[in-house]
């Protein structure tokens, strides 16, 4: 079964500090694809990053930067120099296997960044 | 204008009332998705349609069905509306030649079943 927790239900820093999101997944399968999707307040989901398995190379966006490490079946996501507009609720999921269609959600990580 | 549009974006109804959530998209991809989501539970998937002609059952199908209209559309009726039905949907499409075969998602409908 394929799972995905983010262990972070709120977290809450004061603008400018760093800030890591933590996801950690479950798959048997070999081949599988992670996402992190972004929902600010005003509800839509907007995506951030993909990934997938036999790609190990960190990546690095402006003030975002990805670690993905097979070891520990981890994606987690920093936010460098956070900014208000970081507020949201992001959610990072899984696609499991060569023909599959579903993508499983952790629950999410509300991120508050205070002025 | 939006490659994924919903509407109506926000819906109040009553129990027992049957509801239609609509979904545009003009990305052109043939699969598209109806998920729910719930507070602390993330998103969770309703249905699933790779085509006009194919249709799926996602993990919660349970008092759904959806249609396929046409490549471009894909509605999701609630037959007889119940109030743990209350959550925000969310219509994505995907396109399967992608690498990643990424989805995108819709602006989100914001149900209320009283």
């Known amino acids: 079964a394929q799972k995905v927790t983010q262990a972070q239900t709120e977290i809450s820093v004061v603008e400018k500090e760093d800030v890591t999101l933590d996801c950690v997944y479950e798959?048997?399968?070999?081949?599988?694809?992670l996402f992190w999707y972004k929902q600010p307040p005003s509800g839509e989901l907007v995506f951030l990053i993909r990934?997938?398995?036999?790609?190990?190379q960190n990546e690095i966006s402006g003030r975002y930067s990805w670690n993905f490490q097979k070891s520990t079946s981890s994606f987690n996501f920093t936010i460098t120099a956070s900014q208000v507009v970081d507020s949201a609720v992001y959610f990072c999921a899984l696609r499991s296997g060569q023909g599959a269609q579903k993508l499983v959600f952790g629950q999410g990580t509300r991120l508050t960044i205070n002025p | 204008d939006a490659d994924v549009t919903q509407t109506p974006r926000n819906r109040i109804t009553k129990t027992g009332k049957r509801i239609m959530l609509e979904c545009s998209q003009t990305?052109?991809?043939?699969?598209m998705y109806w998920y729910r989501q719930d507070p602390g539970l993330g998103l969770r998937l309703i249905y699933y349609s790779f085509d006009v002609k194919d249709i799926n059952k996602g993990e919660i199908s349970d008092g759904y069905s959806v249609s396929r209209q046409a490549q471009a559309k894909f509605s999701l009726s609630l037959e007889s509306a119940i109030p743990n039905q209350t959550a925000l949907y969310f219509c994505?499409?995907?396109?399967?030649?992608?690498?990643?075969?990424?989805?995108?998602f819709g602006p989100g409908t914001r149900l209320t079943v009283l």
């Open positions: 990934r997938n398995s036999f790609d190990e």
């Open positions: 990305k052109g991809h043939d699969r």
């Open positions: 798959t048997r399968d070999t081949t599988y694809y």
């Open positions: 994505a499409t995907s396109d399967p030649l992608a690498p990643y075969n990424e989805q995108f």
